[in-house]
């Protein structure tokens, strides 16, 4: 690897991989900082003088997804010679450049050109509908998309909600799963680059996020013939699902094998000759059926009489899988999340805010990840990355502040 300098400490698994990325909410930006949480250096280019508005604006989830990166604000227009000699300069020390931006030809950005000055780059495209040089119907990539976009033309959105309408998962999460298929196949290429020493071009859409995780709801359409039920209840297995506890909360409780079912029994004091597991808890007919009725209407009266924590502490206590449904509150009080470390608490430089954020996961055991800093202004790292990584020189670097291309 050539020696570069690194403007992040070292930590991590990612240490000594530099991650160049344009865009903005949420996808692409966030794939950078689960990257950076594991050592990676991630420098987001933004405009000059603005920012990544669309994202900055988003306050709260600036403060988590910003954190532990660089910013540099550079006019990312190849056709201002300038930017261009700029631009180019970082992608041949970077590793890795990500952008969301769709239409790149505008700025003057092309794929072979970027191969050619660095031939190991991961380039990596985050679009609604997909890039056209993989294929795609006439009129659809470059279509423009949101997280619930993806949601919707993937079919995963049909799944969720209840009879009335479907309802749309938060809090964005056809971004952040995007996010994760991007950050996974960074590494995946990289892991490639090391052992062939080529680059290659990744592209994630946000409807292909969500496709591939519908697990098997495609092929139980085909199979059946219908649509699958838009439900927050499993339709084949019982008790499965969320069940409302006294003072209006709810619990979730999972029961899926005969032996949990029978556990769930000797919880509630059921009989469990009144309600055999294959006559009442297993397939949609005996859901349905007087007995099978009977159970769901016994069972959640049950749970009426005890409040969540009652309940939880219960199904608990007999090995049953279940939790109270937490709220944001419960959750940054609860004894498991301190005990797991799983807070962090750093100050949101563009807002002054000081919070706890949900620290950096996975947990690696020989080379863990960390929080180095909260969410940077708009260009705190310009000149040093400007000096210390291209070695521009100070009279350089003025002469592009006067042109107000940084």
């Known amino acids: 690897m050539m020696e570069r300098t690194f403007l992040t400490p070292e930590f991590g698994p990612l240490s000594g991989i530099r991650v160049l990325g344009s865009g903005s909410a949420v996808a692409m930006p966030s794939a950078g900082n689960m990257l950076a949480d594991l050592g990676a250096e991630f ?34 227009d190849l056709h201002i010679p300038e930017m261009k000699e700029t631009f180019m300069e970082l992608i041949k020390k970077s590793d890795v450049f990500m952008e969301n931006q769709v239409w790149l030809d505008k700025f003057g950005i092309y794929d072979e050109e970027l191969l050619e000055a660095n031939p190991k780059l991961v380039i990596a495209h985050v679009s609604g509908f997909g890039s056209e040089a993989f294929g795609g119907a006439e009129g659809f990539t470059g279509r423009a998309s ?19 309408k479907p309802y749309v998962e938060k809090p964005y999460t056809n971004d952040f799963v995007s996010a994760l298929w991007v950050a996974f196949g960074v ?52 008790p499965f699902g969320l069940y409302r506890a006294k003072g209006n909360a709810f619990v979730a409780i999972a029961s899926a094998s005969p032996g949990v079912y029978n556990r769930v029994l000797e919880a509630v004091s059921f009989d469990q000759e009144a309600y055999p597991f294959k006559e009442v808890a297993m397939g949609a007919t005996n859901l ?20 969540a924590d009652e309940i939880d502490e219960i199904m608990s206590r007999y090995r049953v899988p279940c939790s109270k449904v937490n709220t944001m509150l ?3 009080e609860h004894p498991h999340f301190e005990a797991r470390d799983n807070w962090v608490e750093y100050e949101n430089k563009q807002t002054g805010f000081k919070a706890k954020s949900f620290g950096v996961f996975p947990k690696f055991s020989e080379t863990p990840g960390k929080v180095w800093r909260g969410a940077p202004d708009v260009g705190d790292d310009t000149e040093r990355i400007l000096k210390d990584i291209l070695g521009f020189s100070d009279e350089k670097i003025q002469t592009l502040k006067d042109k107000n291309l940084i």
């Open 43 to 76: 420098i987001h280019i933004e405009r000059p003088g603005k920012g990544d508005v669309t994202t900055r604006t988003l306050s709260d989830i600036w403060h988590q997804e910003a954190r532990n990166r660089l910013s540099l604000t550079l006019e990312l």
């Open 146 to 164: 949101y997280d619930i976009i993806g949601q919707a033309f993937s079919g995963y959105l049909s799944l969720n909600g209840n009879e009335e």
């Open 187 to 238: 590494v995946s290429a990289l892991r490639h680059v090391e052992k062939t020493g080529k680059g290659q071009i990744i592209d994630v859409s946000q409807y292909e996020a969500m496709a591939r995780i519908t697990a098997g709801e495609y092929v139980k359409a085909q199979r059946t013939g219908k649509n699958p039920t838009r439900s927050f209840e499993n339709d084949s297995i019982q």
């Open 288 to 307: 349905q059926s007087e007995k099978g009725q009977e159970f769901d209407a016994n069972f959640r009266k049950w749970c009426l009489d005890h409040t």
């Open 330 to 332: 419960d959750v940054l």
